[in-house]
């Protein structure tokens, strides 16, 4: 522990607790100490900060625009980066105090999933390697929700993340800007998140921006007695930036949603076009020499067209050239091949909300046009590559048009739209198409959430260089066959277990036993994802325990999280499905002996650094070509998980990694599902294995209750008959079953061979390193931004 930072911290520490609460370490609220700690780690590092801004200045700089980041609770995290975590544990211990009472605080759940945390991720690695990458985003009131489950159903309340402020984060009132919509003006004021590189003396940056009126309210109706009218012009700007992803089902949703794309991205890049005219003159030319943009999925792209405005409309620019800078500025990742998830938007819609903007979209279409006629483009290709199409804007074909780069984020995603969704575009332009196969950091996902493994392996690897370099991983794969290097990792994987098993008995009152096999499914709810093949499969094995089919079967707890966007009914459905198993399953005295389901509520980054450290098996199931990468099959991975998965996303490049027979793969193939999708009937295969049809009529048989909703009902016809709007089992559980029960079974016999499983655990850590995302920042920087690390 550094001596002079131990000093430095607790003076601060205790100046502020005094200062802002006017209390002693000893008889302050948990809230009270974080937001002091956090002010005076903050405070110690200022000067750091001042000069990362500083570096930056002269250089070529990336910006990251998404609408998620999810950053997950700072103080762990910022303070083992910044070298401070000891110095923190001591000085709260001389008071009585700790740091694991720290748990309580929340997490900046400003995402939802893994496109939120891919981006923090990327942060903490471009941090680290002291790149200049900041990112920018919006400061979700709410964020996302609080999830809990009531009767065995999800229900969203309010997520109050900011209730005792934000310590880690700071407002920048002098950099606000404006913006305008057709029926409204907004300021959106941004607020500064550091983003501290582990060891590197570096800071980068999360801009957040808050939407904020430009009058707290009407005075005039306020005196008037008119209390509702003085406020609602002042409720309409903060509900821009109230909650992450508002509910879209109505034309009012539709259009709020636009206006928060538009709102953070019209923002950014106002900030980033006044920092290089502040930095570097207004010589345009220069522009893409000096920065570049990165669009974290079609949530961004409205920025595009609005650079060309503000080009256009503010430094007298014609179209042709500030395309042509756009399109040198500009790069795109795409983050799924599903054809429903193609972001489009209404033109009326558009055009009532931004229509300037629209206006400069209309101009890059016609470019569109004129530069793929030139090169003898077919007028069906046109037509199938243009922006403007049925009524509608296509954020994806202005994203690729648009951009120097578009890159997806695993090979096979890659491939997928290579051949199959930008076909058209990549047999115009293949050298715009990258792979970049997504990466995790291992400061939060191994060093922080794991100590354990941690120390195990900076004692087995004669140091901690992993810690920045994974690629060190590998060398611990030479002791793979000592069995008292075995025995110590096993014993480290019952350790987090039980560790797990205390928190859920805490957060959820359900017993899990440590000495079954911990089977973790943890992800955003969909159909696609296929929880509920998942918990057909348990049920599966429930008849077939009870029955006595199955025999001599290993304990398993299998383990459920996640959340369901609020308007999706059958995500939810889905949610109470799994439930009601759980509900049956842990009640049944016999099956009790040999399964345990459990579905965690509020599934978000600290519940995860819980779960993952204690998974023995990672389910990777969406069916092959869906999933564009995962990052959760990562995490698992470097923390000592084999794999049950498919063909799918980054999956492939673990079984490369890892060998596929350290892992348990599954079900159909890309290729294979496009060839016989024509024909498929999933009522033949529901006839004529009485393993599916006895699992499948659950949901409608009466031995569970969806509350009344004829949701079940619902999820039933869906897989056997389809709806208007899609085919029948369209995510082909009913194909993927048998194979899929074979393999669970495959694992749980394997299980019984503790050393012979914990090798195939330990030999998925050693081969983790490719998926550091220090590896994929390192790609972006070096192949796409041409930005180099400030020394």
């Not at 990258?434 to 100590?451: F, S, Y």
């Not at 159909?527 to 199955?550: H, P, T, W």
């Not at 016999?590 to 023995?616: C, H, R, T």
């Not at 619902?714 to 029948?728: I, K, M, P, T």
Request: charge should be negative.
């Amino acid at each position: 522990m550094n001596e002079t930072n131990y000093t430095n911290l607790k003076e601060k520490f205790l100046i502020y607790l005094e200062a802002e609460f006017g209390k002693a370490p000893e008889n302050a609220s948990v809230y009270e100490i974080h937001q002091a700690l956090g002010r005076a780690a903050m405070a110690e590092s200022r000067d750091m900060i001042a000069e990362s801004r500083k570096k930056q200045e002269s250089a070529k700089n990336a910006s990251y625009l998404s609408a998620e980041f999810l950053m997950g609770r700072a103080v762990y995290n910022n303070l083992l980066a910044l070298g401070l975590t000891e110095a923190a544990e001591k000085i709260l211990a001389e008071h009585g105090r700790s740091l694991a009472e720290l748990e309580d605080i929340e997490d900046a759940a400003l995402g939802n999933g893994g496109l939120g945390r891919l981006a923090a991720c990327f942060l903490d690695s471009a941090a680290t390697m002291s790149l200049p990458l900041d990112g920018y985003g919006i400061r979700y009131r709410y964020g996302i929700f609080r999830q809990v489950i009531k009767n065995g159903a999800q229900k969203e309340l309010a997520d109050d993340w900011l209730k005792y402020g934000d310590p880690w984060s700071y407002r920048n009132e002098a950099e606000a800007v404006t913006i305008s919509f057709k029926d409204q003006t907004v300021r959106a004021v941004p607020y500064d998140m550091p983003i501290f590189g582990y060891r590197s003396g570096y800071a980068g940056n999360l801009r957040l921006w808050q939407s904020e009126s430009l009058t707290p309210f009407d005075f005039t109706l306020f005196n008037e007695q008119k209390y509702d009218e003085s406020v609602r012009a002042a409720n309409r700007t903060d509900d821009i930036s109230r909650v992450l992803y508002p509910n879209d089902s109505t034309a009012e949703g539709k259009k709020l949603r636009l206006k928060q794309q538009y709102f953070f991205s019209s923002a950014s890049i106002q900030d980033i076009i006044r920092k290089f005219v502040r930095n570097h003159g207004r010589d345009f030319g220069q522009f893409a020499d000096f920065c570049a943009i990165q669009l974290n999925d079609t949530h961004p792209v409205i920025a595009i067209p609005e650079t060309i405005r503000i080009f256009m409309e503010e430094y007298n620019m014609n179209f042709v050239t500030a395309f042509n800078i756009c399109r040198k500025t500009f790069n795109y990742t795409n983050h799924t091949v599903m054809s429903e998830a193609q972001e489009e938007w209404d033109i009326s819609l558009m055009e009532s909300v931004i229509p300037d903007v629209y206006s400069i979209i209309v101009m890059i279409n016609e470019h569109l046009v004129r530069e793929l006629s030139s090169r003898r483009v077919s007028i069906g290709q046109i037509r199938d590559m243009k922006v403007l199409y049925k009524n509608k804007v296509r954020m994806a074909e202005m994203a690729v048009f648009s951009t120097q780069f578009t890159n997806g984020v695993a090979a096979i995603h890659t491939e997928i739209l290579r051949n199959d969704l930008f076909r058209n575009w990549n047999a115009v332009s293949p050298e715009r198409f990258q792979n970049k196969t997504n990466g995790i950091t291992q400061r939060r996902w191994l060093a922080l959430c794991n100590p354990e493994l941690s120390a195990f392996l900076t004692r087995l690897l004669g140091g901690d260089g992993w810690v920045t370099n994974l690629d060190i991983l590998k060398a611990a794969e030479a002791f793979v066959s000592h069995e008292d290097t075995l025995n110590e990792f096993i014993a480290i994987k019952r350790l987090k277990k039980e560790q797990l098993a205390a928190y859920v008995r805490q957060k959820e009152g359900t017993e899990l036993d440590p000495d079954f096999i911990f089977d973790i499914q943890v992800k955003r709810l969909h159909e696609y994802k296929r929880q509920l093949l998942n918990a057909l499969s348990v049920m599966d094995l429930y008849f077939g325990i009870k029955e006595g089919s199955i025999k001599d079967f290993y304990p398993t707890a299998f383990i459920f999280g996640g959340k369901s966007a609020p308007g999706y009914a059958r995500a939810k459905g889905i949610i109470k499905y799994i439930n009601e198993v759980a509900k049956l399953v842990n009640s049944d005295p016999e099956v009790g002996k040999y399964i345990k389901v459990v579905f965690v509520q509020n599934y978000n980054v600290s519940y995860a650094e819980k779960l993952i450290p204690a998974a023995d098996v990672s389910e990777q199931i969406s069916p092959a070509g869906t999933e564009a990468s995962g990052t959760g099959n990562m995490k698992f991975m470097l923390n000592g998980a084999v794999t049950i998965g498919t063909y799918d996303g980054a999956n492939i490049e673990i079984v490369e990694e890892a060998g596929e027979e350290n892992n348990y793969i599954f079900g159909g193939l890309v290729d294979e599902l496009k060839r016989i999708r024509p024909e498929y009937n999933p009522e033949e295969y529901y006839k004529k294995n009485k393993h599916i049809m006895r699992a499948l009529e659950t949901l409608v048989d009466g031995t569970f209750s969806d509350g009344g909703t004829g949701i079940f009902h619902e999820l039933y016809s869906s897989v056997l008959y389809g709806a208007e709007w899609h085919n029948s089992d369209v995510y082909y559980l009913l194909y993927d079953f048998a194979s899929y029960a074979e393999t669970r079974l495959r694992v749980n016999k394997d299980y019984s061979d503790r050393l012979g499983f914990a090798k195939k655990a330990f030999i998925n850590m050693a081969n983790a390193g490719k998926f550091s995302s220090d590896r994929t920042i390192k790609q972006y920087a070096e192949e796409i931004w041409g930005i180099a690390p400030l020394k």
